[in-house]
């Protein structure tokens, strides 16, 4: 079984910023793709940015909702096998329950169905 860990969530001022990192851990298997979703009160939950990292290409490729792309920036860190999230200029909007999903697709997908594991969440509140 693999397990997602994230962290780094918390209480952030409108303005503010933060990081969220998502690790695995248990049995080792090859996750290309690591991706973050939201899910807010009285709401479905929602893609926010995923990226892959190929050894074909050599490089990762990334993929962002339009409602936060000029605030966010997924990346990987390959050695730590860590993907992070950093936002800017949070809203009180953005205050949700950030989920990381992992999984062996080829791109940097937005469908939650094709994402093979997912993280608990960790909280994030944005006050106004």
């Known amino acids: 079984q693999v397990q997602l860990v994230e962290s780094g969530g918390g209480l952030v001022e409108a303005g503010g910023s933060l990081t969220l990192s998502c690790t695995p851990s248990?049995?080792?298997?090859?996750?290309?793709?690591m991706g973050w979703f939201r899910q807010a009160p009285g709401k479905e939950r929602e893609f926010v940015a995923a990226i892959t990292w190929s050894e074909t290409w050599r490089s990762s490729r990334t993929n962002y909702a339009n409602s936060a792309k000029d605030r966010i920036t997924i990346s990987r860190d390959n050695v730590k096998n860590t993907v992070y999230l950093r936002a800017h200029s949070l809203k009180p909007e953005d205050t949700a329950l950030y989920y990381c999903a992992a999984g062996r697709e080829g791109l940097p997908t937005m469908d939650p169905v094709l994402y093979d594991y997912w993280g608990q969440g960790t909280q994030v509140t944005v006050s106004s």
């Open positions: 248990g049995r080792t298997v090859t996750l290309n793709t």
